[in-house]
């Protein structure tokens, strides 16, 4: 009898198969012009869409049945969970993680084959060549090593399963992991696009106008994906805090910075013809950490809370990993080297030119390039497997460095004519780009705000591998908390003053008459805000800025940021900047409003919706830096929390943290099939000047749940948070520890200033992105196709038309 997981798993290698296919079929197609073998790895392409589709279906009813004859289904469910974390525990683990990741691609692949049956024809076959290899790479992994299908191999399944660790039974965790792997998913279209545009030499922006929704979505995925985590680290650990720098933290974070470079970086090349290496570069290098971030989840590389278990699944990323960055990046040196990315031409006419040859020279550099850092890698590669992973940092130092500096440096040997007549047997293309005047331009602005990201990812990657790079190389080094924040935080001031100044700068260049009526003002009313926030001491800025200390001549140099005490001047900078982007926009959207209600005579209310409808792009990208400022608030106030661990002796007791009361009512228990639970109530009062109690705020029930899971990995006891939101800071308690007999409790407590900011932030940054992918009010591409081929005659209509034969002879 064939059961559904024997049909799951003959999907997958059927999937498996079609995917090989597709990719065969589409490259040798485009070879030998066969429209035939084209025609067939697209259709490929929609199958494996299907195939895994059908799968996803079958491992999500396993877990809505409780078919605990699957392993998976086993290891991560169980009776009591509800049906919602039933669906969830779908990417709980690592086989169904990989199989989500598939699935996303599937469709994926499937939705760039519809849409462009009529554009991008000539680059379309290498593009779902490039998606069907990522998609036999990851369908791999679950055959050989993570299949979410395996079963048991004995006559009667378990009773009940082990159960979803009950530190992710939580609503946030149910988005975060679908929406950071949906961000990593969704990149691989502009990865594909960017190098099937290499292979072909359609070098012009088109690729980039052909895949910006998709990047966007994927920006918005990991956006949306790590405030989710946040979220979940707020509500669940119970420590007050929503980012503490996990390496699993980091590894979605930097591919956020690359791709918002990459969001910014794309409008200089479509607006100014500049900066088409580094276009590339940045597609490709986010690509990479999509996946090296999958790769630090799953290679038992780094230590986590919600890492998977390490397996043998690493090293098949250990592989992959440079594989993909050296033939991507040699494609990108090869276009450096010809002299194809110097061309002012556009698209096709473009790539109908003979290419300048590479003399044997240049064939010799290229081959170094690409051919040296793979060398280096495999025998490293033979290396740890000899003497352990005590070579994992130099593999990285060794090879990856090499590998992202390359271009650049093609690109300056390249600028030498002597080097470029030794290296090309004829000169390269004319340039005709441009190049950027002013710093104090836009293009100036958006260039540092690039920097500034790609510096910010250098940090976190040095900080989340450093542990392991410094036992190799030196003292084993931790880098905590403290060590990001020294370096990140002036990095963030950096981008939040950048993102406040690009919107009043114009083009080329800027002149000093412009430069202060665009900034004046908004100048003065961030610095008159911040002035009112110091001098009325919200929060104990004035303390804080009073406590500044700079160790200079007291520390070695590189330990000065590290040991300096700058919150308070830190907060004050955060403060003026998210108040400079506040204002400078509010003001662009009232301005445009006022302008269009003048043209149109519109209501100003119609004018200020109609704004979005009229330019989606530039003020959905103002939403989400108007979310940005709300999210830099809620870091802000990260910096000016109180903390306190109180103790409530008997009901009736009451303890002060800020300027609120807590009275502690008592405890209470509830039980249900799923948990038992203790609650500890307490009353939120208002204190008055006087120190008494004033009104009433609210009610806490901070709580400890102890599981019924029949065989929990981490913990049976999670701690449930309660909060009062309020605008200037929220009242969050934890419960430590309680004593029923004796009617004792012991909470942790936080007045998080502003925190309610960021969370309104995130919601407005995501209406951002969903106002930027917003179709046009006009016929959509796809859609305007499919009516033109409806609306198309036939052979037979044409004929009567034309006269050659009356309509009634056809009938």
């Known amino acids: 009898m064939i059961d559904a997981n024997s049909i799951g798993s003959f999907l997958i290698y059927s999937a498996f198969v079609l995917a090989i296919f597709s990719a065969l079929a589409s490259v040798v197609g485009k070879r030998r012009n066969d429209g035939r073998l084209l025609l067939s790895g697209e259709r490929a392409g929609y199958a494996v869409m299907g195939v895994m589709i059908c799968a996803a279906f079958i491992l999500i009813n396993a877990f809505v049945e409780h078919d605990y004859a699957n392993k998976y289904v086993a290891r991560y469910s169980d009776n009591n969970m509800p049906w919602y974390y039933l669906v969830a525990a779908f990417w709980g683990g690592q086989a169904g993680s990989l199989m989500f990741w598939t699935v996303v691609l599937g469709a994926i692949t499937g939705i760039v084959i519809w849409q462009n049956r009529e554009q991008n024809r000539d680059i379309l076959p290498t593009v779902i060549a490039v998606l069907m290899v990522v998609q036999v790479f990851f369908l791999g992994l679950m055959i050989f090593e993570a299949n979410p299908f395996e079963q048991f191999r004995i006559n009667e399944p378990p009773i009940n399963g082990r159960g979803l660790e009950p530190l992710l039974q939580n609503p946030a965790m149910t988005f975060h992991p679908p929406s950071i792997l949906s961000g990593y998913v969704w990149f691989t279209v502009p990865f594909a696009f960017?190098?099937?545009?290499?292979?072909?030499?359609?070098?012009?922006?088109?690729?980039?106008?052909?895949?910006?929704?998709?990047?966007?979505?994927?920006?918005?995925?990991?956006?949306?994906?790590?405030?989710?985590?946040?979220?979940?680290?707020?509500?669940?650990?119970?420590?007050?805090?929503?980012?503490?720098?996990?390496?699993?933290?980091?590894?979605?974070?930097?591919?956020?910075?690359?791709?918002?470079?990459?969001?910014?970086?794309?409008?200089?090349?479509?607006?100014?013809?500049?900066?088409?290496?580094?276009?590339?570069?940045?597609?490709?290098?986010?690509y990479f950490l999509t996946v090296f971030g999958?790769?630090?989840?799953?290679?038992?590389?780094?230590?986590?809370?919600?890492t998977f278990a390490q397996s043998d699944i690493g090293g098949y990323f250990m592989v992959a990993l440079p594989l993909l960055l050296i033939s991507s990046i040699g494609v990108l040196c090869l276009r450096v080297m010809d002299g194809s990315l110097e061309s002012g031409l556009l698209g096709k006419e473009e790539a109908q030119l003979e290419p300048p040859q590479l003399t044997p020279a240049g064939r010799w550099v290229l081959a170094a390039v690409v051919?040296?850092?793979?060398?280096?890698?495999?025998?490293?590669?033979?290396?740890?497997?000899?003497?352990?992973?005590?070579?994992?940092?130099?593999?990285?130092?060794?090879?990856?460095?090499?590998?992202?500096?390359?271009?650049?440096?093609?690109?300056?040997?390249?600028?030498?004519?002597?080097?470029r007549d030794a290296l090309c047997a004829t000169a390269p293309y004319k340039r005709k780009g441009g190049h950027v005047d002013s710093l104090f331009s836009r293009e100036g602005v958006f260039l540092l705000n690039n920097f500034v990201l790609v510096g910010c990812v250098g940090v976190v990657l040095f900080g989340t591998l450093g542990e392991k790079i410094s036992?190799?190389?030196?003292?084993?080094?931790?880098?905590?908390?403290?060590?990001?924040?020294?370096?990140?935080?002036?990095?963030?001031?950096?981008?939040?003053?950048?993102?406040?100044?690009?919107?009043?700068?114009?083009?080329?260049?800027?002149s000093w008459p412009a430069f202060k009526k665009n900034f004046l003002v908004p100048l003065v009313v961030s610095l008159?805000?911040?002035?009112?926030?110091?001098?009325?001491?919200?929060?104990?800025?004035?303390?804080?800025v009073a406590a500044t200390h700079i160790p200079i001549g007291e520390v070695p140099l590189g330990r000065l940021l590290l040991v300096a005490e700058l919150n308070g001047v830190y907060s004050l900078i955060g403060f003026a900047g998210s108040t400079f982007i506040i204002y400078t926009l509010l003001r662009e959207y009232i301005r445009g409003a006022l302008v269009r209600r003048r043209r149109t005579k519109e209501s100003l209310l119609m004018a200020f919706g109609r704004l979005f409808v009229k330019n989606k792009r530039r003020y959905g990208g103002y939403l989400a830096h108007l979310g940005f400022a709300g999210l830099f608030l809620g870091f802000i106030g990260t910096g000016l929390k109180t903390e306190k661990d109180l103790v409530f002796n008997a009901p009736g007791v009451t303890q002060n943290i800020e300027d609120k009361q807590l009275t502690f009512k008592g405890l209470q228990q509830t039980q249900n099939r799923e948990y038992s639970e203790w609650f500890a109530e307490f009353d939120v009062h208002q204190l008055e000047p006087d120190g008494s109690a004033g009104a009433l705020l609210g009610t806490l029930y901070p709580s400890r749940r102890s599981y019924h899971g029949a065989n929990v990995k981490l913990s049976r006891q999670t701690t449930e948070k309660d909060e009062i939101f309020l605008w200037k800071g929220n009242v969050y308690l934890a419960l430590v520890?309680?004593?029923?007999?004796?009617?004792?409790a012991e909470v942790m407590a936080h007045y998080n200033p502003m925190i309610l900011f960021m969370w309104l932030g995130g919601a407005l940054l995501l209406f951002g992105v969903v106002v930027c992918l917003w179709p046009e009010a006009k016929a959509?591409?796809?859609?305007?196709?499919?009516?033109?081929?409806?609306k198309r005659p036939t052979p037979e209509q044409v004929v009567a038309d034309a006269g050659a034969l009356p309509r009634e002879g056809l009938e």
Request: some cysteine; hydrophobic content about 50%.
């Open 294 to 306: 999958t790769f630090l989840t799953r290679s038992g590389l780094i230590d986590s809370v919600h």
């Open 780 to 790: 959509y591409p796809v859609f305007a196709a499919a009516s033109r081929r409806r």
């Open 737 to 744: 520890s309680f004593k029923p007999g004796f009617k004792t």
């Open 371 to 419: 051919g040296v850092p793979l060398v280096i890698f495999l025998y490293l590669m033979v290396m740890v497997e000899q003497l352990g992973s005590t070579l994992t940092g130099q593999i990285a130092l060794a090879v990856i460095p090499f590998i992202l500096v390359s271009p650049a440096l093609l690109r300056g040997l390249m600028s030498s004519p002597r080097v």
């Open 194 to 286: 960017a190098i099937a545009a290499l292979v072909h030499r359609r070098l012009d922006a088109g690729w980039i106008r052909s895949t910006r929704r998709y990047a966007i979505v994927s920006w918005g995925f990991l956006s949306v994906g790590n405030l989710f985590g946040g979220m979940w680290a707020y509500e669940e650990l119970g420590w007050g805090g929503f980012w503490g720098w996990d390496p699993v933290e980091n590894a979605s974070l930097m591919p956020w910075f690359t791709a918002t470079a990459y969001l910014h970086s794309v409008m200089i090349q479509e607006r100014r013809g500049m900066l088409r290496v580094w276009n590339f570069w940045l597609v490709i290098i986010t």
């Open 471 to 510: 036992a190799y190389f030196w003292q084993e080094t931790k880098y905590t908390a403290p060590w990001f924040n020294t370096w990140m935080v002036p990095g963030g001031l950096a981008l939040l003053l950048l993102m406040g100044v690009g919107p009043l700068i114009p083009w080329r260049k800027t």
């Open 528 to 544: 008159c805000v911040t002035a009112v926030v110091y001098l009325s001491n919200v929060y104990h800025v004035r303390e804080l």
